[in-house]
């Protein structure tokens, strides 16, 4: 039996997250400049949406750029936004094709401003899409997310719209970028770190963590199958007792 009729589709994580670190390790161990790794990494992303969306998974949210990169080298800065818009603009045609839906979460104001109209194009065009959703995150940390929620709700608190009272997790949740997408079952991070870097950090109190060692140019199908195979063999308990699920 092969790895992907392994998987039972009648348990598949509703949304995947994905930290795909190693793009420049993988393109200093075979002696190529670090933009060769984003560029062999954009492959990945693609083969890994494909694969996501043939098994039914609705949601993929890509941790695409972080706020923190902003602070890479300007070069690498350039050449990581050029190759986002090369790579939305030669993709969106694939996203229509197989009915995926593009979104964005993140400080998008940062953006230089043809990134920013290319990607806004993309989700526009590919809005009425019913299949997996693919959420990119960009410009994007959770600290910052957190951040911009504290100062909604106090700025709705000081104009009389709320009780401070009255401020419960569904209110945060309503607040987030996230809001409408269900939280992550399952966070995979390729590349061998085992940290969650500043990544959904609120919405994913109870998600299934996925660590490997392969970089991310070098994951494929296989490897999402593979991880999607460790999450079906998880107990997941949401705070109860093993027994009390069995009484379901």
Known sequence: MSLIESIDKTYLPQHVAIIMDGNGRWAKAKG???????QEGVVSVRKIVEAASDIGIKYLTVYTFSNENWNRPEAEVVALMELLVAAIHNETPELMKNNIRLAAIGNLSRLPEQAYATLMDCIHETAANTGTTVILALSYSSKWEITEVARQIAA???????????????????????KGIPDPDLLIRTGGEKRISNFLLWQMSYTEFYFTD?????FREKELYEAVLYYQHRERRFGKTSEQLSLK
């Open 32 to 38: 190529k400049e670090r933009s060769k790794g984003h």
């Open 156 to 178: 709705e608190a000081a104009e009389g719209k709320i009780d401070p009272r009255d401020i419960t997790e569904a209110m945060v949740s309503d607040h987030l970028a996230t």
């Open 214 to 218: 392969i970089l991310w140019p070098d």
